[in-house]
């Protein structure tokens, strides 16, 4: 690769494509932008020298970022061990939809949300299969399978062999392998619109008809807004607790929106966002819900 330039012009453009390969490792938005922000703070930190020693100083802040990545993912086993009830991933909006629809939308600074593209590869289902994995293995799994970076290149990032990381990714393979294929948008986009009108009018007969007899729900409040701790298992026990919920929610309107690139359940009141919900869907049926509530992982969808 040919030189590149070393100041702004040089690596500025880079922020994008690494904030895109943050999040999926990390799953956090305000975690994928320090580690971006991290990455850009070090190599304004190398001696000029050095700088134009590099030969591409994209692959250089790849590295960097994917090795901050992968000490933060080391960390967070840790912390999400005193983490209160279940751990989600920070869900993302699809900007465009609030805007059509009279959002405030954004002010100041660009969000670092607005900078990720929306694909398969940040779906809820596929984040929550990462979760599953080490953090070598997500570093090599995404790298390689996602953003298509040689094994050499990850090798530098990881510490270890180019032959030792293709295994790496290829046990993280496995694991999304054993997932369901994806539903077409348009029948999910269905499925959730049913379970939004059977939970607007308490149909508890209705939801149960829309959820897989073995469907999981999984909720994050963080301890810091009231929810379940544990997942809610069972097609007829999730409907009777969104019933109840909606029997205690007077005020909170359900809007259907993209959550991280594929239909879901966005419930707000006053116009402030209070859950984003992800659906998996599987031959017409949810088979898995996972509800966000912890506020400061809402923050993308606060505009107003």
């Not at 983490?83 to 959002?103: H, K, M, T």
């Not at 999304?176 to 059977?198: D, I, Q, T």
């Not at 544990?230 to 999730?238: D, N, Q, S």
């Not at 819900?289 to 506020?295: D, E, H, L, T």
Request: charged fraction near 25%; glycine fraction near 10%; charge should be neutral.
């Amino acid at each position: 690769m040919g030189s590149v330039g070393t100041g702004t012009d040089g690596t500025a453009g880079e922020r994008r494509r690494l904030i895109n390969v943050a999040y999926r490792l990390l799953g956090s938005v305000t975690e994928a932008e320090d580690a971006v922000q991290d990455a850009y703070a070090r190599w304004y930190g190398l001696p000029r020298s050095r700088q134009e020693e590099i030969r591409s100083p994209g692959a250089w802040l790849t590295t960097v970022t994917g090795r901050i990545c992968l000490d933060l993912l080391g960390s967070a086993r840790a912390r999400r061990e005193r983490y209160v009830g279940a751990w989600l991933p920070e869900p993302l909006p699809e900007r465009s939809e609030w805007d059509r629809a009279g959002g405030a939308g954004p002010t100041g600074p660009a969000d670092p949300a607005d900078q990720i593209v929306l694909d398969e590869s940040v779906s809820m289902a596929f984040l929550v299969v990462l979760e599953s994995m080490t953090p070598a293995e997500r570093v090599a799994f995404v790298l390689h399978d996602v953003f298509r970076y040689p094994f050499a290149e990850i090798a530098g990032v990881l510490g270890r062999t180019p032959a030792a990381c293709k295994q790496l990714a290829a046990s993280a393979r496995r694991r999304v392998g054993a997932a369901p294929a994806p539903v077409p948008a348009a029948g999910r986009a269905e499925v959730v619109r049913h379970v939004k009108e059977a939970w607007e009018s308490k149909d508890v007969a209705a939801l149960v008809g829309l959820l897989d007899p073995a469907a999981v729900m999984t909720a994050d409040g963080g301890g810091m807004v009231g929810t379940v701790l544990r997942p809610v298992e069972g097609g007829a026990r999730i409907a009777q607790y969104m019933a109840a919920i909606a029997d205690r929610a007077p005020g909170l309107e359900l809007l259907e929106r993209s959550v991280n690139g594929v239909p879901g359940l966005v419930a707000q009141r006053a116009g402030v966002v209070m859950t984003v919900a992800a659906f998996d869907v599987s031959d017409g049926r949810v088979t898995r819900i996972w509800v966000v509530r912890n506020p400061e992982k809402l923050r993308p969808w606060a505009w107003s």
